[in-house]
């Protein structure tokens, strides 16, 4: 029998070591993205919804039109497109900026610096060495940058999901 020591993993998950804040359950990947990006010109533009009108049969009802069975008015809701178009935007820009971001609607909400990030595939931790006044400040300016409250700065490690 072979017995394996040391970091074993399934090829779908990513271990990490980040500082940073607990958001609060609302503060969305959208919102962060937002307040994070918002400025710079490649960022996803929000396209107003669009209403128009299906049916143009007059008096034909509120909802459905009586003479065809057509919805009168459709809207072109653009926000999860949106959505879609941020996530893939904040998915090239955080490998950049070095932050990670672990929420979910009934758990943990949280946006930090990835101090160490290690995905299966590679197969070992890099080894880092940063003075934790250093640590506090690049968390500070996360959070001034955001927006957010005073809080304290959390350290947070664990294995998710990719």
Known sequence: MKIRSGFV???????????GFNLPKDFSLVKIAE????????????KESERYRNC???????????????PIWTLNDY????????YFYWQNAIIDEGLIH???E?????IGIALVSMSSEE???????????????????????????????VILTGTRAC
């Open 35 to 46: 307040k994070f990006f918002g400025d710079e010109e490649t960022f996803p533009k929000r």
């Open 9 to 19: 993993s399934n090829s779908s998950s990513s271990s990490f070591v980040a500082v």
């Open 102 to 104: 672990l929420g979910s």
């Open 79 to 86: 926000n999860e497109e949106y959505k879609d178009d941020v």
């Open 123 to 153: 197969g070992y931790l890099k080894n880092t060495e940063q003075p934790l006044k250093d640590l506090a400040f690049e968390a500070e300016q996360l959070r001034k940058r955001l927006g957010l409250a005073e809080q304290e700065v």
């Open 106 to 110: 009934d758990k943990k909400n949280f």
């Open 56 to 70: 143009d049969h007059p008096d034909s009802g509120d909802i459905f039109c009586l003479k065809c069975g057509k």
